[in-house]
């Protein structure tokens, strides 16, 4: 499986941007999938993530403002994001877990496939 995370950009703060993550290599259903972020002099968090049944979970900071999703028919993952803030300005990555592996949505040992990470910056 390979992830390719999309869709970051300069944004200012109160608006909004959706991520997509393009996934190729393999035709079997996405399995877990989440997002996580990384600031600058920052260790990476969880932002939000999406079980194979469709179960999602958000970080606290993220709640009421961030959507996961994803589409099986088009092998996509997708973070919508409004209401943004400086604070959620990092280096966003998608992530997707190896079938029937352990599976804790919050933690990034649980995800063996990794995007290569989109900038979101947001000014105030």
């Known amino acids: 499986v390979q992830l390719q995370a999309s869709g970051g950009g300069l944004v200012q703060a109160g608006g909004s941007l959706r991520l997509s993550c393009a996934r190729s290599?393999?035709?079997?259903?996405?399995?877990?999938m989440a997002w996580f972020r990384q600031a600058p002099g920052k260790e990476r968090e969880f932002v939000a993530g999406?079980?194979?049944?469709?179960?999602?979970f958000y970080a606290d900071s993220v709640k009421g403002r961030f959507t996961i999703s994803r589409d099986n028919a088009k092998n996509t993952g997708y973070l919508q994001m409004n209401s943004l803030k400086p604070e959620d300005t990092a280096v966003y990555y998608c992530?997707?877990?190896?079938?029937?592996?352990?599976?804790?949505?919050?933690?990034?040992?649980?995800?063996?496939?990794w995007g290569q990470g989109t900038q979101v910056t947001v000014s105030s």
């Open positions: 992530a997707e877990a190896r079938l029937f592996s352990s599976y804790s949505p919050e933690k990034a040992t649980s995800y063996a496939y």
């Open positions: 290599g393999s035709t079997s259903t996405i399995n877990h």
């Open positions: 999406i079980s194979r049944s469709g179960s999602t």
